[in-house]
């Protein structure tokens, strides 16, 4: 993916999206000595995602999961879409004002995905367990947690669309630029059709793709409409 517009100038690193590539990247190193890529670890336990009826559960991992990653192409993916896109977005803000923006999706992200894992073990959270079931339950929500950046990233990235929606983009593999506006509204609709559709072999969190992606089209859109200059 790569802009056909603005040239050079846009492919600065900001500080703040500078930043936070360096800490996600130290946060990985991390994992990886400590066995933090594993779905079942300590540090999975500690700062991953849970469901919020999980013994794992922590109120500080609606901002802790941000900053963890299941592998290397994960992470790679992420930073490079947060340097893509956070770069230009923070120039135009400044870094306090995007730092606060991108935090604030993030815990947009993890609000929707957790109204996704209630909805997703809600006949179980409505039963009756016996002490085996219940570990057994407990042992399932455990591994079923959360990490990464991606859903603070998607309201950056909705940000982009909304500020620079006729900046054109070259998308692999289609063979023709494609305007943000048109391209960010593909990408949110691809996963509210994959977040619906529920394929068992999908680890991909699309809510919170859906509810980052919301957050930020819904701050961008009040900000927007407010003309305020003193956002933060």
Same mark, same amino acid.
């Given at each position: 993916?790569?802009?056909?517009? *603005? ?44 469901? *919020? ?5 922590? /109120? ?21 879409? /947060? ?18 923006? *991108?935090?604030?999706?993030?815990? @947009? ?45 998607? @309201? ?6 909304? /500020? ?21 509204? @593909? ?26 992606? /919301? ?6 859109? *009040? ?10």
């Amino acid at each position: 993916m790569s802009f056909n517009q *603005y040239g050079n100038r846009f492919q600065q690193t900001t500080p703040a999206v500078l930043n936070l590539i360096i800490i996600n990247t130290i946060v990985f190193v991390a994992q990886f000595l400590f066995g933090g890529l594993q779905a079942e670890s300590k540090v999975t336990d500690l700062f991953a995602l849970h469901h *919020y009826k999980s013994d794992s559960f922590h /109120l500080y991992q609606l901002i802790t999961h941000l900053f963890m990653h299941g592998s290397f192409f994960h992470l790679l993916f992420n930073m490079f879409a /947060l340097w893509m896109f956070g770069s230009i977005v923070e120039r135009v803000w400044g870094p306090k004002r995007f730092l606060l923006f *991108y935090f604030i999706c993030g815990l @947009g992200a993890a609000a929707v995905q957790m109204i996704s894992y209630a909805y997703d073990f809600h006949a179980i959270d409505k039963a009756t367990l016996s002490f085996d079931e219940l570990m057994k339950y407990q042992q399932i929500l455990r591994m079923n947690a959360t990490v990464g950046a991606s859903g603070a990233i998607m @309201g950056v990235v909705a940000a982009f669309g909304y /500020l620079f929606p006729n900046t054109e983009m070259m998308i692999i593999p289609i063979p023709i630029p494609i305007k943000a506006k048109w391209a960010v509204t @593909g990408i949110i609709l691809i996963d509210v059709f994959s977040g619906i559709a529920g394929n068992p072999g999908d680890n991909v969190a699309h809510f919170a793709h859906i509810g980052g992606a /919301l957050t930020g089209f819904l701050i961008v859109l *009040y900000w927007n409409k407010k003309n305020k200059s003193t956002f933060y």
